[in-house]
């Protein structure tokens, strides 16, 4: 599991300062939103993104496999998909497999938004966890029927209500990983001070033989300590 985070790593890191340098090439002139330089970009976006959730997803199947299992096959459909639009004429035309994408991928992230929240703090702090899941489930509901090109936003007052779920999802994912990461840390001192530590019955013995002298040599040292007295 280790040795796969540190592939992810590698990967997601390194497609990251692909996609940088190629942004940064764009502020200079270079013309990258067009062509195959903007298929390569969104490429790159694309798995530096996805190798980074993945990493996230190792950890929720440490502790929920069944779910981490699930939500990281999600997101292998979701990146298979992108790069099938990506890599093909797709990109440059409206078409249901775009749309079926882009809903695939929103339900995806979704879900392993959850998942991940749910994974680290259990069935404590339920009270923040249901509004939390309740406004991710809606705000991914709102963006589903925008991709499948429902004109959402010719709604009074929808605009407002979608950016205001943007901003409550964003504020209490941030409060889910803090405290998360706070559990997490509680639970890991705690197991460091109940730690054990295994040894061979041969050390076993020893130790026990060991403890023997030393009571024995104790008491003589004892006993010789108290005729010296009378």
Same mark, same amino acid.
């Given at each position: ?14 497609? $990251? ?16 939103? %067009?062509?195959?330089? $903007?298929?390569?970009?969104? =490429? ?13 997803? $190792? ?7 069944? +779910?981490? +299992?699930?939500? @990281? ?9 992108? +790069? ?5 004429? #797709?990109?440059?035309? &409206? ?13 995806? @992230?979704?879900?392993?938004? =959850?998942?991940? =929240? ?7 702090? $339920? ?18 029927? #925008? ?19 943007? @901003? ?18 509680? %639970?890991? &001192? ?10 061979? #019955?041969?050390?076993? &013995?020893?130790?026990?033989? &060991? ?9 003589? +040292? ?9």
């Amino acid at each position: 599991m280790e040795k796969a985070k540190k592939v992810l790593m590698i990967t997601s890191l390194s497609t $990251l300062a692909v996609a940088c340098i190629m942004l940064i090439l764009a502020v200079f002139g270079v013309q990258i939103f %067009q062509g195959v330089p $903007l298929r390569l970009l969104l =490429i790159f976006a694309t798995i530096s993104v996805s190798s980074g959730i993945a990493i996230s997803e $190792l950890g929720v199947i440490n502790r929920k496999k069944t +779910l981490g +299992l699930v939500g @990281i096959s999600l997101l292998g459909l979701s990146v298979v998909l992108a +790069l099938v639009v990506f890599c093909t004429n #797709l990109l440059v035309t &409206e078409s249901v497999f775009n749309r079926i994408t882009g809903i695939v991928s929103v339900c995806s @992230i979704t879900f392993i938004v =959850i998942i991940s =929240i749910y994974s680290k703090l259990g069935k404590s702090l $339920l009270a923040m966890q249901i509004p939390t899941y309740t406004a991710f489930g809606l705000f991914a509901t709102m963006g589903c029927v #925008l991709i499948g090109g429902v004109d959402l936003f010719s709604i009074k007052g929808m605009l407002e209500i979608f950016i205001v779920l943007a @901003i409550v999802c964003a504020g209490l994912l941030i409060a889910s990983s803090v405290i998360g990461a706070k559990k997490k840390s509680s %639970q890991t &001192e705690v197991g460091s001070k109940t730690k054990m530590v295994s040894i061979t #019955l041969a050390e076993y &013995e020893a130790l026990k033989a &060991e403890n023997q002298s030393l009571k024995a040599e104790n008491e003589a +040292l004892k006993s010789q300590l108290e005729k010296q007295a009378k």
